[in-house]
Structure formats: C-alpha cells, structure tokens
C-alpha cells in the first residue's frame, strides 16, 4: 500500500556542529588541476592574481571554500618541497612519475599554494611526503612555514618574499601508505607515523593538527591499529573512498551517456559510505572515548573512466547531474558523523575527477557537482538537527534497490533551520511532507537543482545547461508538502 513520505525535524534537539571543513577541497600536481586548470602563471594573457586564474578563484569564492588540501594525493610521497621555492626559474622540471609521466615545472610550490588559499580565504591543508621524503626533510618544511624566529629556514623562506610565518592548519604524514604512498602494513606504518611526529614541531600558536595516512574502502585495520597505538600527536585519521559506477577499477563506467543501471549503482556504491564510517567510528568510539581523533575523508567522489582523448594519467571527466545527487548524498551522510568526521576533501577542485570547475583554455564552467557545494554552503558550522524520514520509498531497479529520498537538516549560523531532501530516483517526482517537532513548518524556501537527463551536463557551449533554480512551497490546512522532481537536489530554509 502506498504511504506518504514524512521528514521530521526535530529542532529542539541540536546535535554535533558541522565542522566546515566537512565542505573542503583537494587540488593534487595531477593533470590540469593544478596547472592550467587554475595556475596559469602571473605572465599569462588569462587575467590572474599571483598567477591564479581570476575567473576560477571568483568562483571557488562563491563556495566559501574552508579548506584546501595540496600537493596530492599519490604525488605528496614523491614532492620535494626546497624544489619548490626561490626564483621560479630556477626551479628544477621533474617527472611526474605519478601521472602521465608529464613535466612537472615546480612553478607552484609552497609560496604560490599559500597564495592561493589566502585569495579564497580557505586553510591550508598540507601533506608532508613520507614515502621518498625523510623525517628531517617534513621536519624543516614545516619549521620552514611556522616559524616566527631568526632560524636559517625562517631566514630563507623571508628571502623568498614572506616574512610572516604561513599557518598550516592540518599537516599529513604521507598519503594512502596502503598504496602509492609505500605498500606499507598498519603497523609498519604507524611506527613511522610515531617517528615523524616526534619531530615535526611548530610554535604553539602555529601548530597544525596532524592527521595519519589511513584505510579506504571496508579496511578497519589502519583506523584500528592507528588509534589503538598512536598515543599523542594525532588529531585524524584519514580515509579514501571513490564512486565508481561498475564497482570494478578495471571499467569503471562513463561519466556521461550511462544507463539506469549505471545510475542506480552509483547511488548505491555512494551510499555504502554509510556503513564504512560507522564502522570506523564503532573502532574510534572503542580506542579513542574522549574523541580526540577526528575521521577525515580526505579523497572521495567519483572515479568514471577518462573522457576519450584525453590523457589517461590526467583523470579528468565530466560531471553531470548524477554527480551533484553524489556529493548531495554524501554530504547528509558526513552530517550524520559531524562528531567524528571533522573535514572531508573531495577529489578534486579542477579538472580532475569529481571537479567543481572545468576549464578550457581561458574558458571555464561550474559543473553540477559546484552548484551541489553553492547549495549546501548553510551547512558549514551550522548545528545538526535529527531528522526522521517514515514511510521512505526504495527506488528500485532490477536486483537493487536505494532509499527514494534523503534528507539532512541543520540549524544555520544565521539561526535559521535549514533542510537538504535528495530524490534518487530517476523517474518520479515525490512528495515528501515536512514537519518540524513540536513545531510548525508554515513554509520552505531555497532552490533545486535537476534536469532532463540523467547525465544532463554543462559545456563550455552551454555552461549554464544545468544550474538551480529557486524553489518555495507552502503549507496548505496545516500539512506542508514537498514536491521533489524526479533525480533532483533541493535545500531550504524551513519557516
Ligand atoms: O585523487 C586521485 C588519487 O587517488 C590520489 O592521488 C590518491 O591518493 C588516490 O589513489
């Protein structure tokens, strides 16, 4: 029998605060994300700052970017940090072993990253190279960067045009140690991990939070060994889990021109984050009671097979109206761990897999996955709020079947209540009524964001094919009803 769907919020009862670097980003030396996609150099005819790309910049603005993390990502174990600085003339040209065997030119290094949060306003989220790099090499880079006194590195990073100290919000030691990063086990590892710690010091009112390279996918066994044997200096763990349509790394499936069936298993495969959180949780809540160690999801997304032409090393893709449902989804997911999980970074700013902004020479375009993050942009640092969804749909199709709607609320910063409602299913329009506990719910206001298509995208012939438009209802006798389009992302303000 058919039952309507209700979603109650219960705003007497605030929960965790979203911590906004739930909203963060990640920019890697991979492909055009970083060269090109935002750093065309202070010479080039593209009008820029610094060398960043203006256009890029104004509108990574809009997202109130909170944090930024760099250099990689596989590339951080292979960075060289001294070859990053000086003149950027003298700079050695490396080999980007990592991706595309491309030249890496090492124009952005340390000063121009630093350049670029402080235009967006956002923290820096540097990760330190374990895997070639040594103790001594993370220890100066970050003595380099924090230190306000006469030291020879304080003095050369002066000499490089700073005489203030850079504030490194976050500093990683390595990345994916699993893979990439060294074929590492837990344990050997963590012992590294205990090492380096030891001597990576900072003033105290420039002390970045240190977050451990940690598990992906269903793999407790880093989070466990970590949180069980790392005493002091550890503030996260990190964890990495990618989207991929088909669930296998062989063919991943398309980013455009996909059927349902690769739409209702990226939704699904997205989903399963859920459960891969909780269990870490579970082991963090065991080792850590007093919540000291947050759970950072420092890369997901989507991961599509290449777009045809394009270098294979350069993971770049396009981005359609699946993926704004994607990075929706995942976002109610992170507000239900607010406690836990304390940043996010999805992969990657520009150009590279789940990207907010595509570029083409001196054009650019918002993708949907952008104007998922404008959208949710009430979220950071707003309180969460329980949310009962009762008599929710599935959307099913052969063999599997998803929950029809998702839903998330918070109170805002501006003390406002604030509700995100994702409709999964391709198909259907649904209704959903809105309660608010104890309360009324008299009306909503914000926008939605849906399409035609289930791979809808922009181009740069057509950047605006899919962007949100505002949306409204109203309670009529006392009951207000929702009306989610068909695949659609809708936030509002509850009234
Ligand atoms: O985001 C692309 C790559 O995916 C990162 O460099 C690596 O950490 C992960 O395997």
Same mark, same amino acid.
């Given at each position: 029998a058919w039952a309507e769907t209700v979603v109650t919020i219960d705003a007497a009862k605030p929960g965790a605060v979203i911590n906004k670097n739930v909203y963060g980003q990640f920019a890697e030396h991979l492909g055009t994300g970083i060269y090109e996609g935002m750093w065309v150099g202070p010479d080039s005819p593209i009008p820029n700052t610094k060398g960043w790309r203006n256009d890029v910049v104004d509108a990574l603005k809009e997202l109130h970017v909170p944090l930024v993390r760099w250099p990689g990502g596989c590339f =951080?174990?292979?960075?060289?940090? @001294?070859?990053g600085i000086g003149p950027r003339k003298d700079r050695p040209v490396k080999v980007n072993t990592m991706w595309g065997g491309v030249e890496e030119p090492n124009s952005v290094?340390?000063?121009?990253? $630093?350049?670029?949060?402080?235009?967006?306003? #956002?923290? =820096?989220?540097? *990760?330190? /190279?374990?895997?070639?790099?040594? *103790?001594?090499?993370?220890?100066?880079?970050?003595?380099?960067?924090?230190?306000?006194?006469?030291s020879g590195l304080a003095e050369l990073r002066r000499k490089n045009g700073r005489d203030k100290p850079f504030k490194v919000a976050y500093f990683a030691v390595g990345n994916e140690a699993w893979g990439c990063g060294g074929n590492m086990t837990p344990a050997h590892y963590t012992n590294l991990y205990k090492t380096a710690t030891t001597f990576l010091k900072a003033p105290h009112d420039n002390r970045p939070k240190f977050i451990a390279s940690g598990g992906n996918d269903h793999d407790l066994t880093w989070t466990s060994t970590l949180s069980k044997e790392v005493k002091g200096n550890i503030d996260g763990i990190s964890f990495h889990y990618y989207t991929i349509p088909t669930g296998k790394w062989e063919v991943k499936g398309a980013a455009t021109g996909f059927g349902e069936g690769e739409w209702i298993s990226t939704v699904k495969n997205t989903l399963a984050i859920d459960k891969m959180i909780a269990n870490n949780v579970k082991v963090l809540d065991q080792n850590d009671p007093q919540k000291k160690i947050g759970f950072m999801v420092d890369e997901w997304g989507t991961w599509y097979d290449v777009e045809k032409g394009t270098n294979s090393g350069f993971l770049y893709q396009q981005n359609s109206l699946r993926d #704004?449902?994607?990075?929706?989804? /995942?976002? *109610?997911? $992170?507000? /239900?761990?607010?406690? @836990?999980? @304390?940043?996010? *970074?999805?992969?990657?700013?520009?150009?590279?897999?789940?990207a907010m902004i595509l570029t083409d020479k001196d054009k650019m375009l918002k993708t949907p996955t952008y104007h998922a993050y404008h959208m949710y942009v009430p979220f950071q640092d707003a309180t969460t709020l329980p949310v009962a969804i009762k008599d929710n749909a599935s959307y099913k199709l052969g063999n599997t079947a998803v929950p029809q709607v998702s839903a998330s609320a918070a109170r805002g910063k501006d003390g406002k209540v604030y509700l995100a409602l994702v409709n999964t299913n391709p198909n259907k329009e649904t209704e959903v009524t809105v309660n608010v506990a104890g309360g009324k719910a008299g009306a909503v206001q914000g926008s939605v964001l849906t399409a035609d298509a289930m791979d809808a995208h922009n181009t740069f012939a057509q950047p605006e094919a899919v962007k949100? %438009?505002?949306?409204?209802?109203? #309670?009529?006798?006392?009951?207000?009803? !929702?009306?989610?389009? =068909?695949?659609? !992302? %809708?936030? !509002? /303000?509850?009234?």
């Open positions: =951080a174990d292979e960075y060289h940090w @001294r070859e290094g340390t000063h121009e990253f $630093f350049d670029l949060v402080e235009l967006l306003g #956002a923290d =820096a989220y540097v *990760n330190g /190279n374990l895997g070639t790099g040594s *103790n001594q090499e993370m220890a100066e880079w970050l003595e380099y960067m924090t230190s306000n006194t006469k #704004a449902v994607v990075a929706a989804l /995942n976002f *109610n997911i $992170f507000h /239900n761990y607010a406690e @836990r999980v @304390r940043m996010t *970074n999805i992969a990657q700013m520009v150009n590279v897999l789940q949100p %438009v505002p949306f409204t209802a109203q #309670a009529k006798g006392g009951k207000l009803s !929702v009306k989610l389009p =068909a695949k659609s !992302v %809708v936030v !509002v /303000n509850v009234e």
